[in-house]
């Protein structure tokens, strides 16, 4: 029995997943390499001539590369703030955890509120007297602004989901080894990588694999601010399934999508490793 | 496990219906129009209210629409009963559609009703309204339109100077035009500034006139807002003023005049060396061949030909009658300043429609992809424009080949698919 | 400089640092309110005010449009629906990963992330053809089961990296003291977990509540406020685009704000 326990906990979240996503996704995955009922891999090359291609590809790991490590730094930072704090912690963590009630599409509303030319920030721009006029921020010339807007609506956007579950998992170290750490004289930094960080590793394993695979995903903030100027994965794979409506090229790009998540998570799991003996 | 899975579902089942109620059967309006609130909300009440039973009107987006479709289509049955949607939604679902021609639509003219045939010898859909696009100017910028031009009139060369004026006056870039996502730039190509100079859109489409017609374009973005890439609907940017002239569908320029009815004026389409080309837009209805009841989506397709229903369907819309009928007086303003504007355009000396594409299935986005890459290329990237028409064409004549495809107005008819010169 | 006042200096630049994040969160919820909450007029109006007029009028129109209420009550039990059953399914899970070794673990993990690694959009065809074919079609249920697909990933990761934390020797401790597993799980371990669960739920909630174009394919009588709301709102006028967003932000706030306690419960036992 105690042999057979961990299948059985395993049993209805596999089952599960195999009815709704499994089953589904052998589907799509068969559209990706049949075209006009033969199997080819026609769809890949189209994917990979068309010119938008590599842009796409490149703005989604660019924009991952430098999203989410400020999202892991700021996350951090957050909930080491809550863990510290004595009073209003809660109040404090509810509302560092507010922006994830907030869906893709209304924070990209919001963004674009602040950053179009008749916008927020033009708004506080002219009315602290910097520019006379309201200047353009997300014309096509200057993508890297356009960038930086989808950057910080991201990190504002998405850091809450890394946010909650490292607060949850710092929740759970024991008080004892910050005390001990005390004890030897060391500083709150040494604290911090010496006892905080490898204690949290599976906690840090869990939110930065989800986030990644999310960054890889991301969609309507970029549309919203970008338009058709900063093209991602996403976006193209939306763009031939209902515009172009060529399901075997989206179902290429979902697919390289996934080799990428896939390859990223492994490599995750890799430089985080959780030995199992680690544990508390 | 297989008397399992049927005690399932006939236990779902029981839940669902359960859920659902007493059986109304309400035939299901699946639409890609009428999606702001405001307009699906007058859809029910003022447009479907008065058909005997009552209707579903759900609009979606066009992602959602095609998938749920295609999802009933390939189960084999079915909940919608009547899909709406623009030409180009409905005609990648030909082979779906229910024969029409028993409904009795002689009102609409002919021209139209073989849009409706996608290519085909039935009556694939039923026009179900029309509209076009228009130009729109803030009233401030009149003061700058070239010395001699009539607003009515204009040319493209005359447009230009007008948005350089603009632009030199007010120290910014004011021309408007829906290059983002969302924007409708594609018809612009293919619909008035291609015919304008080449008097066709896809036999000329690498022509020397072709070459003209883009670099009077490159001249004219030099004065358009840069942040034409994210724009969707003009009337936005009309009514923040981020731009004061601009270029769009009627039913997305509505809400500026309805907001503010005196500070906007409507008026044609330039001209260009070969004429004042224009596109009209037509939405369509058609019944899936899964539709649940098909008596019923037919009384529902027939209802919506109704003159009353029309003109409820323009004051919800926007979009125009597609049959003849007197329009009562009390209609919104953007029906009241858009109406002489296209009155104006289509009936000028030099007007020359350029209709919808035609008879390419579901290659219409790809056919739209052709001319957003050639704009993409030549104005965002600053490519030679020769080069970059030379090649967009052999894509545009392997899709014709591959769509077979022959010409529709305004190039000249052709035997087996559409030349690319 | 003498410790103490190093120190003081130290807890000034921490207190800074907080306030600056609030304000870094909050200000965008702020400006979406300030436009809301303004009159149409000033919301498409230039240089912006920071300050809302309290013009209720975009926001009025979507609480009295009919559909609001239904579709708001099916967001709600979609939810929840898909709360339990992600929690339901994915915790039982998260405990077999962090407790036991076996064959098969990392591949378990790895399919379970896959599952948030594949456009949603794509899947919805075909899980759409199975839902006519066996009349999930547009139920609660139906939609809820494919929000669980999207929730459980992080109901699966969250709980099993809390479970990792939770002390083996709590539970063989509550073992030696005569409780069985189930006991020993439900007394001991249940209670250290709740933080994590709590998360899961939030997680769970705010994905389904979000979730729009399955809810848009899947749901057409019992269409949820997100299908019913957010489809209509990149095409509505600017004054209704904002009034709309806030008001499917507001009911999300609210749910966080009500189980924000429990993402700290048990937390003194945890750190005795």
């Given at each position: 029995m105690p042999r057979l326990l961990p299948y059985l906990l395993l049993l209805p979240a596999t089952a599960f997943l195999c009815l709704f996503f499994l089953f589904p996704f052998v589907q799509v995955a068969h559209d990706s390499v049949m075209r006009n009922g033969v199997y080819t891999l026609e769809n890949f090359s189209r994917m990979a001539g068309h010119w938008k291609f590599s842009t796409a590809f490149w703005n989604t790991m660019l924009l991952t590369a430098v999203v989410v490590p400020i999202q892991l730094a700021m996350a951090l930072t957050m909930a080491?703030?809550?863990?510290?704090?004595?009073?209003?912690?809660s109040t404090i963590l509810y509302i560092f955890a507010i922006p994830l009630g907030i869906s893709d599409l209304a924070a990209g509303l919001i963004w674009l509120s602040v950053f179009e030319q008749s916008g927020f920030l033009n708004s506080l721009l002219v009315g602290l007297g910097v520019v006379d006029q309201p200047i353009l921020l997300l014309g096509y010339q200057n993508t890297w602004i356009i960038f930086i807007a989808i950057v910080l609506a991201e990190v504002w956007r998405a850091t809450a989901i890394m946010m909650v579950i490292l607060v949850a998992g710092m929740g759970l170290?024991?008080?004892?080894?910050?005390?001990?750490?005390?004890?030897?004289?060391?500083?709150?930094?040494?604290k911090f990588r010496r006892v905080t960080l490898p204690m949290l590793r599976p906690s840090l394993q869990t939110a930065l694999i989800l986030r990644v695979i999310l960054a890889f995903e991301v969609f309507a903030v970029v549309v919203a601010l970008g338009g058709t100027q900063l093209p991602v994965l996403m976006s193209e794979t939306y763009h031939w399934q209902f515009q172009m409506q060529e399901r075997g090229v989206a179902a290429a790009f979902a697919m390289v999508i996934l080799a990428v998540s896939v390859a990223f998570t492994i490599l995750i799991l890799r430089l985080l490793h959780v030995p199992k003996g680690a544990r508390v | 496990m297989k008397t399992l899975t049927k005690w399932r579902m006939t236990a779902m089942a029981a839940t669902v219906s359960a859920l659902a109620g007493p059986v109304v059967a309400e035939p299901l309006f699946w639409s890609t129009q009428a999606k702001p609130i405001e307009e699906s909300q007058k859809m029910r009440d003022d447009v479907l209210a008065s058909f005997p039973g009552g209707v579903d009107y759900q609009p979606s987006d066009e992602g959602p629409w095609l998938t749920r479709m295609q999802a009933e289509l390939q189960a084999g049955s079915g909940t919608i009963a009547v899909l709406g949607g623009l030409h180009g939604d409905l005609s990648s679902l030909g082979a779906d559609l229910v024969d029409l021609s028993g409904i009795d639509a002689a009102a609409v003219g002919p021209a139209m009703m073989e849009l409706g045939a996608l290519g085909t010898d039935e009556q694939k859909y039923i026009p179900w309204m029309q509209a076009t696009y228009l130009m729109v100017a803030n009233r401030k910028a009149l003061e700058f339109l070239p010395e001699g031009a009539d607003i009515n009139a204009l040319s493209y060369d005359q447009l230009i100077d007008w948005a350089r004026a603009t632009a030199e006056a007010t120290g910014g870039p004011k021309f408007g035009f829906p290059a983002g996502p969302q924007g409708l730039k594609h018809r612009f190509f293919q619909g008035f500034l291609l015919p304008a100079y080449t008097g066709s859109t896809v036999t000329e489409f690498r022509s020397d006139a072709a070459v003209t017609a883009w670099e009077t374009f490159r001249d004219l973005w030099q004065y358009t807002n840069p942040a034409a890439t994210n724009y969707g609907f003009m009337q936005e940017q009309l009514v923040t003023e981020e731009v004061w002239i601009a270029f769009d569908h009627v039913a997305r320029i509505a809400d500026a005049f309805n907001q503010r009815p005196d500070d906007f004026v409507a008026f044609p389409a330039p001209a260009g060396p070969k004429g004042r080309a224009f596109m009209p837009v037509v939405a369509g209805i058609a019944v899936p061949r899964t539709a649940p009841d098909m008596e019923q989506s037919m009384a529902l397709v027939a209802h919506m030909m109704k003159p009353e229903t029309q003109i409820a369907t323009l004051r919800a819309t926007n979009f125009f009658p597609v049959i003849a009928t007197e329009l009562p007086d009390d209609m919104p303003a953007s029906v009241k300043a858009s109406g002489p504007a296209i009155a104006a355009m289509t009936g000028a000396p030099d007007a020359l429609p350029a209709l919808l594409p035609m008879g390419l299935?579901?290659?219409?986005?790809?056919?739209?992809?052709?001319?957003?890459?050639?704009?993409e290329r030549i104005i965002l990237a600053g490519q030679d424009i020769p080069t970059v028409l030379d090649e967009q064409a052999e894509v545009l004549r392997a899709l014709m080949v591959e769509a077979n495809a022959p010409c529709w107005a305004p190039d000249a008819a052709s035997d087996g698919p559409c030349p690319v010169n | 400089m003498s410790a103490p006042s190093v120190r003081r200096a130290g807890n000034r630049v921490f207190v800074a640092g907080v306030a600056l994040l609030i304000l870094w969160v909050l200000l965008p919820i702020w400006l979406l309110f300030v436009n809301a909450l303004s009159a149409p007029a000033e919301v498409t109006g230039f240089p912006k005010r920071f300050i809302p007029s309290f013009d209720l009028a975009s926001l009025s129109f979507f609480f009295g449009f009919s559909g609001v209420i239904d579709a708001l009550w099916n967001s709600v039990r979609v939810a929840a629906v898909t709360m339990v059953l992600s929690i339901g399914v994915g915790a039982p899970a998260g405990y077999a990963l962090s407790r036991f070794d076996f064959p098969g673990k990392e591949l378990?993990?790895?399919?379970?992330?896959?599952?948030r690694a594949f456009p949603l959009p794509l899947l919805a065809l075909p899980l759409a053809v199975m839902f006519i074919r066996t009349g999930l079609d547009d139920t609660i249920l139906g939609l809820a089961l494919v929000h669980t697909t999207l929730a459980l990933p992080f109901a699966v990761l969250i709980t099993y990296s809390l479970f990792s934390g939770i002390p083996l020797e709590l539970e063989e401790a509550a073992w030696t003291l005569g409780c069985n597993r189930v006991q020993a799980f439900i007394k001991v371990i249940l209670p250290l977990a709740a933080p994590g669960i709590a998360a899961s739920a939030v997680f769970a909630f705010v994905i389904s509540w979000n979730e729009v174009f399955a809810a848009a394919v899947l749901t057409v009588e019992n269409r949820t406020l997100t299908a019913f709301l957010l489809q209509s709102l990149d095409v509505s006028p600017l004054p209704l685009k904002f009034a709309g967003g806030a008001a499917l932000v507001l009911p999300a706030l609210f749910f966080i704000f009500a189980v924000r306690k429990y993402l700290f419960a048990m937390w003194g036992i945890a750190n005795r």
């Open positions: 080491s703030i809550v863990t510290k704090l004595q009073r209003g912690r170290i024991p008080k004892e080894y910050g005390e001990a750490a005390d004890v030897f004289g060391a500083s709150r930094w040494q | 299935g579901d290659k219409g986005g790809q056919f739209n992809q052709v001319y957003n890459d050639t704009f | 378990f993990r790895f399919l379970v992330v896959m599952t």
